[in-house]
């Protein structure tokens, strides 16, 4: 099954891909790149580590030869929206409209909410982690849904943080909030207007050890998942248009549990017993 849809979706496409200099973004890139990619667009603040990251993945497959992706990579900000516009102009001038777009890029504040400076943490990360996606997708949507020679793919990943509260993440849970409801909404909305070619996946994961999450600690049952294990959930995921993917299974169990007790027995649980409320207290993040 998963060799057919590889086939399928993966080969001969051109896929973008935020904050893909690093972390599971890289992988990402070097997943596509493996598996057949036409052209992969990596998106990132960080210039030199995604034109590094792009002449790796060039060399490797070969491209100096002929084979291989056209592999670039595109300095953006993504939290700029003239920012997205304009490099979403260059992807299509350079490598065409992509059939895949990742929205991977994020970023996480931890703190008490009157302790969140108003335009570096709050808006910041309303900017990169709700709006951004939305700005993205917008771009290249039009021309996802008007070519239907084959199958297209949005992959936007949200967080466990987006289906359950949680002290010292009200900033960013609230991004991922807003993230799965906008993507679960244009998922519904492409099916009803026959546009079920284009399948949005909302990838939903608890703590993921890239170090972004540095300092935080997995509730009862949820351990800190590798990166390599996250993003085999995600890819496989999005290849079949599942339209959510949550990760680890405790994450599915919380969702239950929340929705079917009293808030305040649900409290008594997520405090002291899946010691989910007190997961962030020592949050780092990367420094």
Not at 137 to 146: D, K, Q, S, V
Not at 208 to 228: E, K
Not at 257 to 278: H, N, Q
Request: charged fraction near 20%; aromatic fraction near 6%.
């Amino acid at each position: 099954m998963a060799t057919k849809l590889k086939q399928s979706v993966i080969p001969g496409s051109t896929v973008l891909i935020t904050g893909a200099a690093r972390g599971m973004g890289e992988l990402y890139a070097r997943r596509a790149a493996r598996e057949g990619a036409r052209a992969i667009a990596l998106w990132d603040v960080d210039e030199a580590r995604a034109e590094a990251l792009a002449a790796e993945l060039n060399n490797a497959h070969g491209r100096a030869v002929g084979a291989g992706p056209d592999v670039r990579a595109y300095a953006v900000d993504i939290s700029d929206r003239d920012a997205v516009v304009a490099a979403a102009a260059r992807v299509r001038e350079e490598l065409g409209d992509p059939d895949i777009v990742v929205n991977n890029a994020g970023i996480v504040r931890g703190a008490l909410f009157w302790e969140h400076d108003q335009e570096r943490d709050i808006e910041l990360t309303m900017r990169i982690n709700a709006l951004a996606p939305m700005w993205i997708t917008r771009e290249f949507l039009p021309a996802m849904i008007a070519d239907r020679t084959r199958g297209k793919r949005i992959l936007n990943i949200a967080s466990a943080a987006g289906t359950l509260a949680n002290p010292r993440m009200s900033v960013y849970a609230s991004s991922k909030w807003a993230l799965i409801g906008w993507s679960e909404s244009l998922r519904l909305e492409l099916t009803r207007t026959d546009n079920a070619h284009v399948a949005v996946t909302t990838f939903c994961p608890s703590y993921i050890s890239t170090g972004m999450f540095a300092g935080a600690r997995g509730p009862l049952l949820t351990p800190i998942m590798r990166p390599q294990y996250a993003v085999n959930a995600a890819w496989t995921g999005m290849l079949r248009g599942t339209p959510m993917v949550l990760r680890p299974w405790s994450v599915k169990v919380s969702m239950a549990l929340r929705g079917l007790l009293p808030t305040r027995a649900w409290d008594v649980l997520g405090d002291g017993v899946f010691k989910i409320y007190s997961s962030m207290d020592r949050f780092t993040g990367r420094q």
